[in-house]
């Protein structure tokens, strides 16, 4: 089980980024992909989720409105379109999975067993 995340970058406010997480060694189908972020000093937090399993999916109301999760399953990826960034969105940005089906989605940490090693969005003029 591998998770690949990549499109971070150096990026001015109000400007956008599209977050993919591609998967190897399974297939999305049934499974839960997040996407969480660390800022500097801070603590990981959970961003968004979708699950495979029943489609559902959870943005937090930090980001709601401006971060869009979807998937691929053709592609066996999952995107994180980040918009109207800000400064206090500047984090690195993980992408892990939880393995097992489950109705519904959450972004706490201990329920993934898979991470990525992280794509670093930074915003700034």
């Known amino acids: 089980v591998q998770l690949q995340a990549s499109g971070g970058g150096l990026v001015q406010p109000g400007g956008s980024l599209r977050l993919s997480c591609a998967a190897s060694g399974f297939t999305l189908d049934y499974v839960t992909i997040g996407w969480f972020r660390q800022a500097p000093g801070k603590e990981r937090e959970g961003v968004s989720c979708i699950s495979s399993y029943d489609g559902s999916s959870y943005t937090a109301d930090a980001v709601k409105g401006r971060f869009t999760i979807s998937r691929d399953n053709a592609k066996n990826t999952v995107y994180l379109q980040v918009n109207s960034l800000k400064p206090e969105d500047t984090a690195v940005y993980y992408c892990?999975?939880?393995?097992?089906?489950?109705?519904?989605?959450?972004?706490?940490?201990?329920?993934?067993?898979?991470w990525g090693q992280g794509t670093l969005v930074t915003v700034s003029s």
């Open positions: 892990a999975t939880h393995q097992r089906s489950a109705y519904g989605c959450y972004v706490d940490i201990q329920w993934y067993e898979y």
